[in-house]
């Protein structure tokens, strides 16, 4: 199969870490768990935890304005805003509303994502979308997630897999043959309730219950989450290759959804991928829901992992559930 021509390329990206480094160390001293159980299980040794006064926007505007600097554009020539995120700051207005408003970028129509851990994968997508039918030039696509905001700290089930973290990419028409070359999005909404926040929208709004319940926090079948993320990554490799015309042999790079190690290794050895082709850093951050990839991505870049024409491959899988992938070329 011919490789498809790409339509819509990312020019640059950045991202924002928070500077607060919260070790397997001092959750031992939080909850019941241990460094070794966590390391064995997840791979995850430390996450980032931003400061109480910062919210998802302004960790988003800060990864978006490095983004914006690397692309050489100023905030007034931007077209669309998309923010993946599952940690908005509040349900009303957008966060890529406040997003917008802290860059000044005022000629831009700005709304959110709601595909958790896939919301990278998505906002690409429906971005890549836009642009290719000509409503508009350059869209930011960001990630930020400040999952300490949403995290039990008393279960340890789930408080020691998550951290804070945003990341951004400039995307706008492709010029020279770089850019997208595939992408697959899917979800399966009878499986919300393995991970989710069962309450704090209008059906089920907080009130002291709630709060006794924590049901306002997010819950996690952690199991059966884990054994449908390898299935469904594995189908997603498949169909962004497929769709590029590509196998796994051919990509230089897997930027895989960085929740846990065991996924990671699964997902590359289903796509046969060799473990030195996999950008791994969920040992630093942990689980930044649509962040990982974003942040993997930055900080690929600059390590100097991807060549002019280097073929990276994306994928994701996340509450909803949501699963996705993409192929670029860079
Ligand atoms: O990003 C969105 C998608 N999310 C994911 O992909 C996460 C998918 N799930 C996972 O990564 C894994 O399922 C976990 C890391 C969450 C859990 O690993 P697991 O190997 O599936 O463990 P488990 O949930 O089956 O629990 C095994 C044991 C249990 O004890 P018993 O019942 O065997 O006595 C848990 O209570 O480990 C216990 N446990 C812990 N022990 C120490 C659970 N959490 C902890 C903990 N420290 N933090």
Avoid at 107 to 136: K, M, P, Q
Avoid at 276 to 289: H, I, T, W
């Amino acid at each position: 199969m011919k490789a498809p021509k790409p339509l819509v390329e990312i020019v640059s990206t950045g991202r924002w870490l928070p500077e607060r480094v919260l070790t397997n160390a001092e959750l031992e001293r939080m909850v019941d768990t241990s460094d070794a159980w966590i390391t064995e299980r997840t791979g995850i040794k430390e996450r980032r935890i931003a400061p109480p006064e910062i919210g998802a926007a302004e960790m988003g505007a800060q990864a978006a304005k490095i983004a914006m600097c690397r692309a050489g554009i100023h905030a007034g020539e931007i077209d669309v805003i998309v923010v993946a995120t599952a940690t908005p700051d509040r349900l009303l207005p957008a966060t890529a509303c406040d997003l917008q408003a802290l860059l000044g970028a005022t000629n831009a129509a700005a709304f959110d994502v709601s595909a958790a851990c896939t919301g990278f994968i998505y906002a690409l997508t429906v971005a890549e979308g836009l642009l290719a039918a000509g409503r508009g030039e350059i869209a930011l696509v960001i990630s930020t997630e400040k999952m300490s905001g949403i995290v039990d700290w008393t279960d340890r089930a789930t408080c020691v897999l998550f951290g804070d973290g945003a990341g951004a990419a400039v995307v706008r028409k492709s010029t020279n043959n770089r850019g997208i070359l595939s992408s697959f999005i899917r979800s399966d909404g009878t499986l919300a309730e393995l991970l989710w926040r069962p309450a704090g929208g209008v059906k089920v709004p907080v009130d002291y219950a709630v709060l006794d319940e924590k049901a306002h926090l997010i819950k996690m079948a952690g199991r059966e989450v884990f054994k449908a993320a390898v299935r469904s990554m594995a189908e997603a490799a498949d169909q962004a290759l497929l769709r590029a015309g590509l196998t796994g042999e051919d990509i230089d790079l897997l930027i895989p959804h960085q929740a846990n190690m065991r996924i990671i290794e699964a997902t590359a050895r289903y796509a046969n991928i060799p473990m030195e082709k996999v950008y791994v850093n969920v040992e630093r951050y942990g689980n930044m829901s649509s962040a990982t990839i974003a942040v993997a991505l930055d900080e690929a870049i600059e390590e100097g992992r991807l060549k002019p024409g280097s073929k990276v491959l994306m994928v994701a899988f996340g509450a909803g559930f949501t699963w996705g992938s993409l192929v670029l070329r860079w």
